[in-house]
């Protein structure tokens, strides 16, 4: 039987900052579902990257003094890099300016051209750089974007091509609404799938998708006057990956995860440049929230910004990876800091999982037992088990949770069953209980916390057991 295909995508992340937690909250819920998948027997491929056109980084390349190619190529290197010291395995890392995506994207323009779907008219309005987006008065506030408010909002008045939105919007409604609809795709948190049904209701406005005024970006093949709107440029990066690495039988994507900000893009834009160009849909969005910072947005200018080094420095790679994950901001808003972050890195791994392993194996080295061997995975995935539940609705932080019950469920059964005090076949019994608790927590822990798991799967292996080095000395 052939491996069930899996495609998972993050979005592409743009070069003019560094990566920070937030970035890194969205590549580890991929991360994890792609080692789930993979528990699960599939064949998966997850893709990542970065965003490298725009008005945005053209001006963010000329404050650091670089051309944009440079300035792109040092940034990009920068994202590429950190996500493996996260232990983050995705497959491929795409750019934006790889001129083979460049390429894919005058295609499909092309396509959606001769289509009749594009045409000429006069952009009078609003654009937030911040956002690389056209916003209307309704979406300032106090004349600013509420997501850039640093930023001046700038006017515009120009000769732009515009993508016949409108005309995709019954279809959109159906495929949204309807299961049984061939191009049906699921929105996840229900409300946000809600939020776009009403936006979509109210009545949408076809989409500017050139600049007349922005260098940097790929031309409008048959007008080099005009570059492609990076947004139109950047969606497309799902499909064009898949052409450069001769991927294409992982079409359609399986799951985009996309924070909250960017839920329009790739709930209805996306989606109607595919039904134009005549390419399947994907099959399901999930669109997260935010982290705050001590109940302050995350911003440079109020240097609360965390970003994965300084998580590893302090918590090391799965210390970082649990702390990212238990707080995985779902449907709402997950404030986050330093303080939290320690006391929960205390209570859950230098006291609950680092106590309880180092706990065990000490009564085990003390007994001189061996004990029954065991190679391979410690917990069978696929089996419709409490974590899977919680894994194929993308509840990281329940899953997390449940699976210290059973942590601390093995620690009050020692304190109840007192081996310490027992000897012979009732002590090899009740060792053999906890060694077996301690190895299905190191199965279920697999797609979360890898190089653990695999330490206790080693340490635990039999026949033999010893004591090691803590697994996550405590934060004083
Ligand atoms: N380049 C676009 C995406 C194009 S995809 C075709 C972009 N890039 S971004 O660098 O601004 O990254 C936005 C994403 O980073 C969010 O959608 C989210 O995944 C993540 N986050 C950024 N700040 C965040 C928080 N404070 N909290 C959680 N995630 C956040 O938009």
Redesign the pocket.
């Known amino acids: 039987m052939s491996k069930k295909k899996f495609y998972v995508t993050t ?4 070069v003019n ?1 560094i990566a920070h937690i ?2 890194a ?2 590549t580890m819920a991929a991360d994890i579902v792609a080692r789930y998948r993979k528990l699960l027997g599939g064949e998966v491929f997850f893709l990542t990257g970065t ?1 490298e056109h725009g008005a945005k980084i053209a001006e963010a390349a000329k404050e650091k003094g670089l051309s944009p190619k440079k300035f792109c190529d040092k940034v990009s290197r920068n994202f590429k890099q950190i996500w493996p010291k996260l232990n983050i395995d995705y497959d491929y890392f795409i750019r934006t300016t790889n001129p083979r995506h460049e390429k894919v994207v005058q295609e499909i323009i092309k396509r959606i051209h001769k289509k009749g779907d594009i045409y000429k008219d006069r952009y009078e309005g609003y654009y937030c750089v911040g956002c690389e987006k056209f916003v209307t008065e309704g979406d300032l506030v106090e004349a600013k974007c509420p997501y850039h408010p640093t930023k001046k909002i700038q006017k515009q008045s120009e000769e732009n091509y515009f993508f016949k939105l409108s005309k995709y919007v019954p279809q959109i409604i159906k495929a949204i609404e309807n299961p049984k609809d061939k191009n049906h795709y699921e929105i996840l948190p229900q409300s946000k799938r809600e939020e776009v049904l009403s936006r979509l209701k109210q009545g949408v406005n076809d989409l500017s998708i050139s600049r007349a005024n922005v260098e940097w970006g790929i031309s409008i093949p048959w007008d080099d006057e005009q570059t492609i709107y990076v947004w139109f440029d ?2 497309l ?1 799902y499909y064009s990956a898949l052409k450069i690495t001769k991927r294409e039988r992982f079409w359609p994507a399986n799951l985009h995860i ?2 909250k ?2 839920l329009w893009f790739h709930t209805v834009i996306w989606q109607a440049m595919l039904l134009s160009a005549e390419i399947p849909l994907p099959k399901k969005i999930l669109v997260h929230s ?2 705050t910072i001590d109940g302050q947005k ?1 911003s440079k200018s109020l240097r609360n910004v965390i970003t994965p080094g300084a998580l590893i420095k302090r918590y090391g790679v799965d210390g970082a990876r649990y702390l990212i994950a238990s707080s995985f ?1 779902l449907e709402n808003d997950s404030d986050i800091g330093w303080k939290k972050f320690d006391q929960k890195y205390n209570a859950d791994l230098a006291n609950g999982l680092g106590n309880l392993v180092a706990r065990v194996a000490k009564l085990c080295e003390n007994s001189g037992f061996n004990f029954p061997e065991k190679k391979g995975h410690f917990y069978s995935y696929g089996q419709g088990g409490i974590i899977e539940k919680y894994l194929d609705k993308y509840q990281f932080n329940e899953a997390l949770f449940y699976c210290w019950q059973v942590i601390k469920g093995a620690d009050q059964d020692i304190d109840r069953d007192k081996p310490w005090g027992k000897q012979g076949k009732e002590l090899e019994e009740t060792l053999n209980r906890t060694v077996t608790r301690v190895r299905q927590v190191a199965g279920i822990l697999k797609p979360f916390l890898p190089e653990t798991a695999e330490k206790i799967e080693k340490q635990f292996a039999g026949p033999k057991i010893k004591s090691e080095k803590p697994l996550f000395p405590r934060i004083k």
């Open positions: 979005p592409i992340y743009y900052d937030g970035h909250c969205t965003d950047a969606l990066n996309v924070g900000e960017i935010f982290y995350m901001p």
